[in-house]
């Protein structure tokens, strides 16, 4: 990757986790759906990133959220499962030709289709994990459940937004 390319992930990578600890941090609507938007920094990353970068980021950027929230590792557990994971998906979902060099995971750049079953599987995974490990157990299975998918549904939702108004094609 180009000096370029690396200096703008560095700024997209302060950008997600500054709007996730300042702004985002209490944004909770109707007591279940919170907003993690920093897991975007991770889902948008070039398709030809190394899988020790990946895990590397995955774990940073879930240790800085951590560090805000006094969350004890459950956001950088939840990093590095998603970075973990996000490879293999992406061999799943990748259409025959393949994908262009330095290209990333964006709506404008993929079919509709491809970026909603990319995105959500590993937003619900990643909400997943952070849930049930904040829980920490099966006590409050259907309440925590309900957490996971309008939490999901609703940083999908911003994360979209995202694509749509700041990422040019």
């Known amino acids: 990757m180009s000096y370029r390319i690396i ?15 300042t702004l985002l941090k209490n944004l909770v609507l ?14 948008f990353l070039p398709f030809e990133i190394g899988r020790t970068s990946l895990l590397l980021l995955g774990f940073l950027l879930g240790f800085v959220v951590d560090v ?15 970075a973990f994971i996000r490879p293999a998906w992406i061999n ?7 994908y262009e060099i330095n290209a990333s995971p964006f709506i404008k750049q993929t079919a509709v289709t491809w970026f909603v ?16 490990i904040e829980a920490g ?10 957490k996971v998918f309008s939490s999901t ?17």
């Not at 279940?32 to 938007?37: D, G, S, W, Y």
């Open 7 to 21: 200096l703008q992930q560095v700024f997209v990578f302060l950008l997600f986790t500054g709007v996730q600890v």
């Open 137 to 146: 157990g099966l006590s409050i299975f259907f309440f925590t459940l309900v």
């Open 117 to 132: 079953s990319y995105t959500f599987a590993l937003l619900f995974i990643h909400h997943t994990v952070i849930f049930f």
């Open 68 to 82: 805000f929230y006094d969350s004890l590792g459950i956001h950088a557990a939840a990093g590095v499962l998603i």
């Open 153 to 169: 549904i609703f940083t999908f939702l911003v994360l979209v937004l995202v694509q749509l108004l700041f990422y040019k094609k």
């Open 92 to 98: 799943v979902l990748t259409p025959q030709g393949g």
């Open 30 to 43: 109707f007591d279940t759906a919170f907003c993690f938007v920093y897991v975007g920094f991770l889902l």
